[in-house]
């Protein structure tokens, strides 16, 4: 199966990010957007795990986050990266001191399990579409982004492909601890 680890959104963030995604459809000439339902902020892509491999490290991934404390997801700014001449816009996250911390945990486990990650520096984002042209990149880039998610947990993802389109499911969740001492 094909996994990663993220931060699954509220339905409230979600409508919140569509209204972003809206803004973006205005300013672009085609692409493809994300599902609302695939809103998400990805921690570390795994790929292909055998379900062994799954078990495990859902089982270590449980134990390096067994005593983290919920936080704050805060809006950062908009950006993009560019493949092959087309845009990927996203809505960026702000990378806090507590969402590095969760990041190089789960980090720390899938290179403990010799897994690979991805060797490149962090970069929270939400992607809203793929395969964009663009028609107004310094509207995108200069719209403020403000929104405020408490995150309760870390979720690990599926990604496949449901009736021709992709699809992200979680499959389990790691509830983090309520209130910081």
Same mark, same amino acid.
């Given at each position: 199966?094909r996994v990663? %680890?993220?931060i699954q959104?509220s339905?409230?963030?979600? $409508?919140d990010?569509?209204a972003?995604?809206?803004?973006?459809a $205005? @300013?672009?000439? #085609?692409? *493809?957007?994300t599902r609302?339902?695939n809103?998400?902020?990805?921690l570390?892509?795994?790929?292909?795990?055998?379900e062994t $491999?799954?078990?495990q =490290?859902f089982? /270590? =991934?449980?134990e390096k986050?067994?005593k983290t404390d *919920?936080?704050?997801?805060?809006g950062?700014?908009?950006?993009?990266? +560019? #493949?092959?001449n087309?845009y990927?816009? @996203?809505?960026? %996250? =702000?990378?806090?001191a $507590?969402?590095?911390? %969760?990041?190089?945990?789960?980090e720390?486990? +899938?290179?403990?399990?010799?897994l690979?990650?991805?060797d490149r520096?962090?970069t929270?984002?939400?992607?809203?579409a *793929?395969?964009?042209v663009l028609l &107004?990149e310094?509207? @995108?880039c200069?719209?403020p982004v403000a929104? !405020?998610?408490?995150v309760s /947990?870390v979720?690990?993802?599926?990604?496949?492909q449901? &009736?021709g /389109?992709?699809?992200y499911t979680?499959l !389990?969740?790691i509830l983090? !601890?309520? /209130?910081?001492s």
């Amino acid at each position: 199966m094909r996994v990663f %680890v993220g931060i699954q959104f509220s339905s409230a963030l979600k $409508d919140d990010l569509e209204a972003y995604q809206a803004k973006l459809a $205005d @300013w672009s000439e #085609k692409g *493809r957007l994300t599902r609302k339902e695939n809103f998400h902020l990805t921690l570390c892509f795994i790929g292909e795990i055998s379900e062994t $491999d799954y078990v495990q =490290l859902f089982k /270590q =991934l449980s134990e390096k986050l067994a005593k983290t404390d *919920r936080f704050s997801l805060l809006g950062g700014e908009c950006g993009y990266f +560019i #493949k092959k001449n087309r845009y990927i816009p @996203w809505v960026g %996250v =702000l990378l806090t001191a $507590d969402l590095l911390a %969760v990041f190089k945990k789960v980090e720390a486990v +899938i290179k403990e399990m010799g897994l690979a990650v991805e060797d490149r520096p962090y970069t929270p984002h939400v992607t809203m579409a *793929r395969q964009v042209v663009l028609l &107004d990149e310094e509207k @995108w880039c200069h719209q403020p982004v403000a929104f !405020n998610e408490c995150v309760s /947990q870390v979720t690990l993802f599926q990604s496949h492909q449901v &009736d021709g /389109q992709l699809a992200y499911t979680p499959l !389990n969740h790691i509830l983090l !601890n309520k /209130q910081k001492s």
